[in-house]
């Protein structure tokens, strides 16, 4: 098997440690020992893997020989010392290799979701009615990190991957200890996924969402001429676990009055950011939405595909293409942002003003390190903190240092998140929770309720009775009474 040289390295324990984790997984060969070598493995999981490898060679249709790596997992990086893992090799790589025509053939779930990373996870689902949709980014790189976390056990928290593999104790007192991820593909039950969910109870959500990425991987496999699952999906009708619902929002409406004259009166101090802030208070969409908004309308496909939607001055209205249902959606500006948008134009094109950074910038939110980039989820990140603080939404706690030397730790109460719900539910008790379903573009108003919606218990309350009489209501003659 051919190896690139420049991957080929001395092992050592400072050397192995010091490789560096990039957006791609690395392998590295071991100049001295052969049949060994280890996987960086990408971020964000941070893990470094031993693996044997050696490789197979076949003569194709056309008379060529192909040569094609295996590997073989033996242990994480510091679980066995390094000298152990090289004498393992040593003596084992002749039987691995010998075994390999008969083990290569076994397909587990392992096999089945690094197919699915490696050929589907960046393209398209398929519909109930037969139609391809393509991915989100956002939705791509959620499925990977709970299929690499809960289902490879690619992770450095050391609770998930006790939860993964320790022996797990049945009803009947018996204890499972198969691991999912090397289950045979042709001995998968609803059993072993129903276990295997079960042991991610202590982490509801998790559990639910690693649940959801398994079920997809099954119906791509499903939807293929020859899926190597031979079977219904293994993961439907299994119960979820209940999830906590996270309807934090800003609850003190005098606290939301303070927010938004600041963001208006002191526009100037940090333009993009209090705009920013403001605008997911006005019209609630979601975060991701508004990190690649365009001041207009892209002139070509190309810019187009780059942003998530712009806004159109004209009609005081901004367009997103594509919302988390998948469908454009034209949504109005208030006045009030629409004077604050405006003012952060004029603050851009002045040279004197903390927007001037972003002066010939395509993007309403650009990077203030590159603004040819939009933000992303990390952006304003200390922005956020620092501003949550002033505003009383955010506590800190001194932990050393004195002056200016002072390290605080800080506890977020609400992120850029809550401001979604924030808005949801002012609009919701301001014009009822239905028009709040209809404006936020809900499949049903329990979906509203449910995640967004928080009633005004006072509000609620029936201080008197809802069925006081009053002076035009008609007094009825006791019963025997009459007169004949």
């Given at each position: 098997?051919?190896?690139?040289?420049?991957?080929?390295?001395?092992?050592?324990?400072?050397?192995?440690?010091?490789?560096?984790?990039?957006?791609?997984?690395?392998?590295?060969?071991?100049?001295?020992?052969?049949?060994?070598?280890?996987?960086?493995?990408?971020?964000?999981?941070?893990?470094?893997?031993?693996?044997?490898?050696?490789?197979?060679?076949?003569?194709?249709?056309?008379?060529?020989?192909?040569?094609?790596?295996?590997?073989?997992?033996?242990?994480?990086?510091?679980?066995?010392?390094?000298?152990?893992?090289?004498?393992?090799?040593?003596?084992?790589?002749?039987?691995?290799?010998?075994?390999?025509?008969?083990?290569?053939?076994?397909?587990?779930?392992?096999?089945?979701?690094?197919?699915?990373?490696?050929?589907?996870?960046?393209?398209?689902?398929?519909?109930?009615?037969?139609?391809?949709?393509?991915?989100?980014?956002?939705?791509?790189?959620?499925?990977?990190?709970?299929?690499?976390?809960?289902?490879?056990?690619?992770?450095?928290?050391?609770?998930?991957?006790?939860?993964?593999?320790?022996?797990?104790?049945?009803?009947?007192?018996?204890?499972?200890?198969?691991?999912?991820?090397?289950?045979?593909?042709?001995?998968?039950?609803?059993?072993?996924?129903?276990?295997?969910?079960?042991?991610?109870?202590?982490?509801?959500?998790?559990?639910?969402?690693?649940?959801?990425?398994?079920?997809?991987?099954?119906?791509?496999?499903?939807?293929?001429?020859?899926?190597?699952?031979?079977?219904?999906?293994?993961?439907?009708?299994?119960?979820?676990?209940?999830?906590?619902?996270?309807?934090?929002?800003?609850?003190?409406?005098?606290?939301?009055?303070?927010?938004?004259?600041?963001?208006?009166?002191?526009?100037?101090?940090?333009?993009?950011?209090?705009?920013?802030?403001?605008?997911?208070?006005?019209?609630?969409?979601r975060i991701s939405d508004h990190h690649g908004l365009q001041w207009k309308k892209p002139i070509n496909k190309t810019d187009e595909k780059e942003c998530t939607g712009w806004i159109d001055f004209r009609r005081k209205t901004i367009w997103l293409k594509d919302t988390k249902n998948r469908e454009p959606a034209e949504v109005e500006i208030t006045d009030e942002m629409f004077v604050m948008l405006q003012k952060l134009q004029n603050l851009i094109s002045d040279e004197n003003t903390n927007a001037s950074f972003a002066v010939g910038s395509k993007w309403v939110f650009p990077r203030p390190t590159d603004p040819t980039k939009h933000i992303n989820n990390s952006s304003y990140r200390v922005k956020l903190r620092n501003f949550h603080y002033?505003?009383?939404?955010?506590?800190?706690?001194?932990?050393?240092?004195?002056?200016?030397?002072?390290?605080?730790?800080?506890?977020?109460?609400?992120?850029?998140?809550?401001?979604?719900?924030?808005?949801?539910?002012?609009?919701?008790?301001?014009?009822?929770?239905?028009?709040?379903?209809?404006?936020?573009?809900?499949?049903?108003?329990?979906?509203?309720?449910?995640?967004?919606?928080?009633?005004?218990?006072?509000?609620?309350?029936?201080?008197?009775?809802?069925?006081?009489?009053?002076?035009?209501?008609?007094?009825?003659?006791?019963?025997?009474?009459?007169?004949?």
């Amino acid at each position: 098997m051919k190896k690139n040289k420049d991957k080929s390295i001395k092992f050592t324990k400072a050397k192995l440690h010091s490789l560096k984790h990039t957006e791609k997984l690395q392998k590295y060969f071991d100049l001295q020992c052969q049949g060994l070598c280890i996987f960086v493995h990408p971020e964000p999981s941070l893990v470094k893997s031993y693996y044997a490898n050696w490789g197979v060679s076949k003569i194709d249709a056309d008379g060529k020989k192909r040569t094609s790596g295996r590997y073989k997992y033996i242990c994480r990086l510091d679980e066995k010392p390094l000298d152990v893992v090289k004498r393992l090799v040593t003596m084992k790589l002749q039987e691995w290799k010998k075994t390999n025509s008969t083990s290569s053939k076994i397909k587990t779930i392992q096999t089945l979701v690094e197919n699915y990373k490696a050929s589907a996870a960046d393209g398209y689902r398929i519909k109930s009615k037969g139609a391809k949709l393509k991915y989100k980014g956002v939705t791509t790189k959620h499925y990977i990190q709970c299929l690499d976390a809960y289902v490879l056990a690619i992770t450095e928290k050391q609770q998930i991957l006790d939860r993964l593999n320790n022996p797990y104790k049945l009803a009947d007192n018996n204890y499972y200890t198969k691991k999912l991820q090397e289950l045979p593909l042709k001995d998968v039950t609803r059993s072993d996924i129903e276990i295997w969910h079960r042991r991610l109870e202590d982490t509801p959500t998790a559990a639910n969402r690693a649940l959801a990425a398994l079920s997809v991987v099954f119906e791509w496999d499903a939807a293929k001429l020859n899926p190597m699952f031979k079977g219904v999906n293994p993961c439907l009708r299994i119960s979820k676990f209940k999830e906590t619902k996270d309807k934090k929002y800003i609850d003190n409406f005098e606290k939301v009055i303070e927010i938004t004259k600041y963001t208006e009166e002191q526009q100037w101090r940090d333009p993009h950011f209090l705009t920013f802030y403001r605008l997911l208070m006005e019209e609630g969409e979601r975060i991701s939405d508004h990190h690649g908004l365009q001041w207009k309308k892209p002139i070509n496909k190309t810019d187009e595909k780059e942003c998530t939607g712009w806004i159109d001055f004209r009609r005081k209205t901004i367009w997103l293409k594509d919302t988390k249902n998948r469908e454009p959606a034209e949504v109005e500006i208030t006045d009030e942002m629409f004077v604050m948008l405006q003012k952060l134009q004029n603050l851009i094109s002045d040279e004197n003003t903390n927007a001037s950074f972003a002066v010939g910038s395509k993007w309403v939110f650009p990077r203030p390190t590159d603004p040819t980039k939009h933000i992303n989820n990390s952006s304003y990140r200390v922005k956020l903190r620092n501003f949550h603080y002033k505003m009383g939404l955010t506590t800190r706690e001194h932990i050393r240092g004195t002056g200016q030397r002072k390290v605080y730790k800080y506890t977020n109460h609400l992120t850029l998140k809550h401001l979604r719900k924030t808005f949801v539910t002012y609009y919701g008790r301001d014009k009822g929770l239905e028009a709040a379903s209809i404006r936020m573009r809900h499949s049903s108003m329990e979906i509203t309720k449910n995640h967004y919606y928080t009633e005004d218990k006072e509000e609620l309350k029936t201080k008197t009775s809802i069925y006081k009489t009053n002076q035009n209501v008609v007094s009825f003659k006791k019963a025997g009474n009459d007169e004949e």
